[in-house]
């Protein structure tokens, strides 16, 4: 496991990583955005009749249940199903799987074909550990450290990076771990960031396919940066959520390297 390599956006941008990326309905203009603010190229991809194909062609794979429906489940495990055969990674999150039979049964059906990483709120990952949360919808009730110690066990069990991201961030391969700091109160305010930081990790870990871990790391570090940048331009989340687009092109390596000193914490 490694934590950075000191070039993780600079290499992002010069790969401008083909990302797959099954996501919801919600969430897929502010993604695209995001994802090309950062320098990579998003493919918002998911009849039945191509995703498998497209996804041994793109560099990484991100799946999201948010709009769950039974022809994008079967979609969804096609283009999984394909990304590990052409060893590709790809980004499983798991929105309020917990909510509803069919999204348990879904999400079920999905980890057990071997996600790379997994990204969710804390109410999501707790329940994923099998743990209870008060949480009924897409929103977390739990805080981040109350679910680190499940994190770690979907980790160990999954064989999966996990990312819990909130207002702290915790990222685990079950054995090494990371506190992730910084961002804005703002963040929560604007529909589909979490969905569109999903999309992103997909990005940076299709750069760096054999290192997930620092892959995670680097995304999440680069959003809070964003995050933090915008946050302090930004009387209220309608100016911000421009100012995050303009933040995500305008940061530098240099700006991200010397934000991730401060901002992760290793355990």
């Known amino acids: 496991m490694s934590l950075t390599q000191g070039d993780e956006l600079t290499s992002m941008r010069a790969s401008a990583p083909l990302v797959h990326c099954i996501t919801n309905y919600v969430a897929m203009n502010i993604a695209a955005n995001v994802m090309l603010a950062a320098g990579a190229s998003p493919a918002m991809v998911h009849a ?3 995703v498998a194909e497209f996804a041994s062609l793109a560099t990484a ?4 249940i948010g709009t769950l429906s039974s022809s994008w489940l079967a979609a969804m495990k096609l283009a999984a199903g394909s990304a590990s055969v052409s060893h590709k990674p790809w980004v499983l999150d798991p929105v309020a799987h917990h909510a509803t039979a ?39 009730r739990d805080a981040v450290a109350a679910a680190e110690d499940a994190a770690v066990r979907v980790a160990e069990h999954r064989g999966a990076i996990v990312a819990v991201t909130g207002a702290v961030d915790f990222v685990t391969d079950g054995d090494s771990a990371v506190r992730l700091t910084g961002g804005s109160p703002l963040m929560p ?15 940076f870990a299709g750069n760096r396919p054999a290192d997930p871990f620092g892959a995670t790391v680097a ?14 331009q930004s009387p209220g989340p309608g100016s911000f959520s421009w100012h995050f687009l303009d933040a995500l092109a305008s940061i530098e390596q240099s700006d991200l390297s010397l934000w991730m000193e401060d901002s992760v914490a290793m355990l």
């Open 48 to 50: 039945e009749e191509e």
């Open 61 to 64: 794979l991100t799946i999201n």
């Open 102 to 140: 069919f999204r348990r049964r879904a999400i079920g059906e999905l980890l057990e074909l071997r996600p790379t990483i997994i990204r969710g709120n804390a109410s999501e990952i707790i329940t994923l550990s099998g743990g209870h949360s008060e949480s009924r919808g897409v929103d977390s």
């Open 189 to 203: 305010q604007i529909t589909a960031l979490g969905c569109s930081l999903t999309c992103l990790i997909g990005a």
């Open 219 to 232: 995304a999440l570090a680069y959003f809070k940066l964003a995050g933090d940048v915008a946050g302090r």
